[in-house]
C-alpha cells in the first residue's frame, strides 16, 4: 500500500523544538508569557493592521468576539450557513440565537443580497436588528466584504470576521481578519499554521484588546485580592504553545504559497476532465490562501464527491467532503433560515482535495492520476 496522503496535516518549519526547549530551560511552562507576547507582535507584523490576543483556540476568540460585541442572552446573530460548526456554537454560548443566511456562487460565502434581507426579516419579526454578523472566509476564500461591511454600516451592526481559515487570504489588498470590527484566527493542526491548539481574536485597537485580554484570563479587577463584577474566561495561549508559533512565523509565507501552488497543480492536472471544476479566486479582489483546494463534481459525471471520496481512500488518499450547511444540522434545526438552496448546491456536489503544504508534487501527481482513472470509467 503506497503511503497515505493527507488532508491538512501540521507542518513544521525547523525552529519550533527549540523554541519549545527554549521555554522549558526557562520553566515558562505556564498560560502567558514571553512566547505569547513575541506571537502577538508577530502576528500583528503579518496582518498589518489591529492587535493581536493570542488565545486557546479560534473557537475562543469566536466566543471572546461576541462577548466583546455585547451579545447576550435574547439577542440574535447573524452567522453563514455554509461553515463549519465552531463558527455558531458560541452564539450559543452566549444564550444567543442564529440566524443562518446562504452563500452566494462565485466565493461560496455569505450572500450580501440574503444578509440584507435577513436583517430586514428579523426586524420584522422581532423589532430588533441582529446584535452582530458572522461572515466566513470559507476554505480562505474571502467573503464579499465591501458589500457585506456597506450593509452593516447601513445597520449600525457590527461584523466578527471568521478568519479561521483564511490567515493570509487578502480582499482588496488587506488581511482577511483586519477587515471587520473583530477578526478570528485558528491555529487547530489542520489550519495553515499551528499552535498544536490555538487562535486568535485580532481587536480594532489597544484598548478592546486589553479588554478581551481582561475577559480571556478570568476577568479579575487589578485589586490585591481576587474582585469580579463580571464573568470571565480562561481562554489565553499557553506560553508553550506560544513557542510553537513563533516557529511557524518564520514559515507561514511559504506555506501560503505552497497552498497556493498545490491549487495550480490540481488545476492543471485535472483541466479536460468534463464535469470537474478547480475552485479559484472569482476575480481581483479575492486572493484565497486555498487553505484547501476545493471541486465540483458535475452530476452529469455519474459520480457523487462521496463516490470519489472512496475510491480515494481505497488508494489510501484521504480527501473530505464540503462541510454540511448548519441550517442542514439538527442541532441548529429551529434557527430562522435565509436561503436559495445554494450552500446546499454546492454541499452535494463538492469534495476538498490534500492541501497540506508538506506535500509533493509527486503526491498531488498521485491525487491527480487517481481522479483521471475514476471519471474514466
Ligand atoms: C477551525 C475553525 C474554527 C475553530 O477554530 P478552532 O481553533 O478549531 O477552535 C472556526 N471556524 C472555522 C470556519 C474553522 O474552520
Redesign the pocket.
Known amino acids: 500500500m503506497k503511503e497515505r496522503i493527507k488532508l491538512s496535516i501540521n507542518h513544521m518549519g525547523g525552529s519550533e523544538r527549540k523554541r519549545v526547549e527554549k521555554v522549558f530551560d526557562s520553566n515558562w511552562i505556564v498560560p502567558l508569557g514571553p512566547e505569547v507576547d513575541e506571537f502577538e507582535r508577530r502576528l500583528e507584523g503579518f496582518l498589518g493592521a489591529g492587535k493581536v490576543v493570542a488565545l486557546s ?3 475562543a476568540a ?1 466566543h471572546l468576539g461576541l462577548v466583546m460585541l455585547g451579545v447576550s442572552k435574547g439577542d440574535e446573530v447573524i452567522c453563514q450557513s455554509f ?2 460548526s ?2 455558531a456554537n458560541p452564539i450559543i454560548y452566549q444564550g444567543a440565537n442564529p440566524v443562518f443566511v446562504d452563500s452566494e456562487h462565485q466565493t461560496w460565502d455569505i450572500s450580501p443580497e440574503l444578509l440584507e434581507e435577513a436583517i430586514l426579516d428579523r426586524m420584522k419579526a422581532t423589532g430588533r436588528y441582529p446584535k452582530a454578523i458572522i461572515p ?1 472566509h470559507l476554505y480562505g476564500m474571502p467573503a464579499k466584504m465591501e458589500e457585506i461591511l456597506s450593509i452593516a454600516e447601513k445597520y449600525s451592526i457590527p461584523v466578527l470576521e ?1 478568519s ?2 483564511a490567515m493570509g487570504s487578502r480582499y482588496k489588498g488587506k488581511m482577511c481578519g483586519t477587515l471587520g470590527r473583530y477578526g478570528v484566527l ?3 493542526g489542520n ?1 495553515m499554521i499551528t499552535t498544536s ?3 486568535a481574536l485580532i481587536c480594532p485597537d489597544e484598548e478592546a484588546a486589553k479588554r478581551a485580554k481582561f475577559y480571556a484570563t478570568q476577568a479579575r479587577e487589578s485589586l490585591p485580592y481576587y474582585y469580579h463584577k463580571e464573568i470571565g474566561f480562561n481562554y489565553r495561549l499557553s506560553n508553550v504553545s506560544a513557542a510553537i508559533g513563533c516557529g511557524q512565523m518564520e514559515v507561514v509565507d511559504e506555506h501560503i504559497s505552497r497552498r497556493r501552488q498545490i491549487r495550480r497543480l490540481y488545476a492543471q492536472g485535472l483541466s479536460g476532465i468534463e464535469g470537474i471544476k478547480v475552485m479559484d479566486n472569482p476575480g481581483e479582489d479575492f486572493d484565497s490562501n486555498f487553505w484547501l483546494t476545493t471541486i465540483l463534481i458535475d452530476p452529469s459525471t455519474g459520480k457523487t464527491p462521496d463516490e470519489v471520496r472512496l475510491a480515494l481512500d481505497a488508494e489510501n488518499i484521504e480527501s473530505r467532503l464540503l462541510w454540511r450547511p448548519m441550517h442542514m444540522q439538527p442541532v441548529f434545526s429551529d434557527a430562522p433560515y435565509y436561503g436559495r438552496n445554494v450552500a446546499e448546491d454546492l454541499f452535494s456536489k463538492g469534495l476538498c482535495l490534500p492541501s497540506g503544504s508538506s506535500l509533493s508534487d509527486n503526491d498531488i501527481g498521485r491525487v491527480v492520476d487517481c481522479i483521471r482513472v475514476i471519471f474514466k470509467k
Request: zero cysteines; aromatic letters at 10%.
Open positions: 483556540a479560534g473557537t469566536i461553515t463549519f465552531a463558527s466566513v471568521d479561521a481559515e485558528s491555529f487547530n489550519k491548539g490555538g487562535g
